[in-house]
């Protein structure tokens, strides 16, 4: 089992920034390492997208169209935490931005797959202004 807090989502006006913050607490003796993260989000009346993934080490990545180039993720596994540093936000990525994590064997690979995520978090809210 592993639990998972997400913050730092807030309202900004279009144009700034924001850096997500994921924090792990696992349970049944396993290592942060083990799982592969992912950040979701889900605006009113959407169903929850994928924003950005990353494999086990942080060496894979990857991206929705919408945001690349705008998003990074990153992982700090002697933190067990997995942040998204955010440029440039824009109205449209006003959601509730939710962390998941899927125990899987280390590999170079994403979980691109939102049903293989087996924990999320309860979701932080960010509202981006026109």
């Known amino acids: 089992q592993v639990q998972l807090v997400e913050s730092g989502g807030k309202l900004v006006e279009a144009g700034g920034s924001l850096r997500l913050r994921c924090v792990a607490s696992e349970t049944s003796g396993r290592t942060f390492s083990e799982y592969a993260m992912g950040w979701f989000r889900q605006a009113p009346g959407k169903e929850r997208e994928l924003v950005a993934v990353?494999?086990?080490?942080?060496?894979?990545?990857y991206y929705a169209d919408s945001v690349k180039g705008r998003f990074t993720i990153s992982r700090d596994n002697a933190k067990n935490t997995v942040y998204m540093q955010m440029f440039n936000l824009k109205p449209e990525d006003t959601a509730v931005y939710y962390c998941a994590a899927d125990l899987t064997t280390r590999s170079s690979k994403v979980v691109t797959d939102i049903y293989e995520y087996d924990y999320w978090g309860q979701g932080t809210q960010v509202t981006v202004s026109s």
């Open positions: 990353i494999n086990w080490s942080g060496g894979t990545t």
